[in-house]
Nanobody, 119 residues
């Protein structure tokens, strides 16, 4: 079984920074893509940033230049450095990992961490 555990959320003022971490644990050999999603109240979950196993990245237009996704494959960890936070960044942030299994490529989600940005 695979578990993803996020941490690093919290309350911050507009313009501030937070760093989210997500650690994958369990029985697996490798992780393909890792990503961060977010879901604000009353809105659909949206992709914030994604990083491939080769460390290629892509970002939602609204966070480009402010957020940076990175990963440490030795630690099975993905990070999201969030700078210049805005009230509209307030949401629950989830990490996702695509892991090869006997069944094929399986997607795993963390439990989410709340990020609240005050104006």
């Amino acid at each position: 079984q695979v578990q993803l555990v996020e941490c690093g959320g919290g309350l911050v003022q507009a313009g501030g920074s937070l760093r989210l971490s997500c650690v994958a644990s369990g029985s697996f050999r490798t992780i393909n893509d890792m990503a961060w999603y977010r879901q604000a109240p009353g809105k659909q979950r949206e992709l914030v940033a994604i990083i491939t196993s080769g460390s290629s990245t892509n970002y939602h237009d609204s966070v480009k230049g402010r957020f940076t996704i990175s990963r440490d494959n030795a630690k099975n960890t993905v990070y999201l450095q969030m700078n210049g936070l805005k009230p509209e960044d307030t949401a629950v942030y989830y990490c996702k990992a695509a892991i090869p299994t006997m069944s094929g490529l399986t997607l795993y989600w963390g439990q989410g961490t709340q990020v609240t940005v005050s104006s």
